[in-house]
């Protein structure tokens, strides 16, 4: 049963910004996340952005925002065929326990300026 939908959309500009301020980053992002967006040169802000979108819908998803939720505890990686997947630590996943679900699914896009992720939650 789905127990909650999300959406956002994230300017790619706005994390072009944050990349040249130092510890910014750090403060939002997984470590794994970082690696690998970075490592993908110029198109660091469009990974970036897409997984910080996901971040959102994932608060939105679960209907009460990401108050007490670090966001780094929201890891948004992809399998070895390229799908995205989130994966929760801590407080992501007590706030998941909270809202009566057990599974996320992710979809990421990203073109030119924007960055757009939807979040489905389902219990069972």
């Known amino acids: 049963m789905i127990t909650g939908i999300g959406i956002d959309v994230v300017h790619v500009q706005r994390l072009e910004k944050w990349i040249g301020k130092p510890g910014l980053l750090e403060r939002y992002f997984h470590p794994d996340e970082l690696e690998l967006s970075?490592?993908?040169g110029k198109s660091a802000a469009l990974s970036l952005?897409?997984?910080f979108a996901a971040k959102e819908a994932f608060g939105k998803a679960l209907g009460t925002g990401l108050a007490g939720i670090?966001?780094?505890d929201i890891l948004?990686?992809?399998s070895h065929n390229g799908k995205p997947e989130i994966r929760l630590f801590a407080t992501a996943r007590a706030a998941l326990a909270r809202a009566g679900a057990s599974k996320v699914h992710v979809?990421?896009?990203h073109e030119r300026d924007n960055a757009l992720a939807m979040i489905v939650l389902e219990a069972g």
């Open 38 to 40: 970075l490592s993908r």
């Open 49 to 51: 952005a897409a997984r």
């Open 70 to 72: 670090v966001l780094k």
């Open 76 to 78: 948004v990686v992809n």
């Open 107 to 109: 979809s990421l896009t």
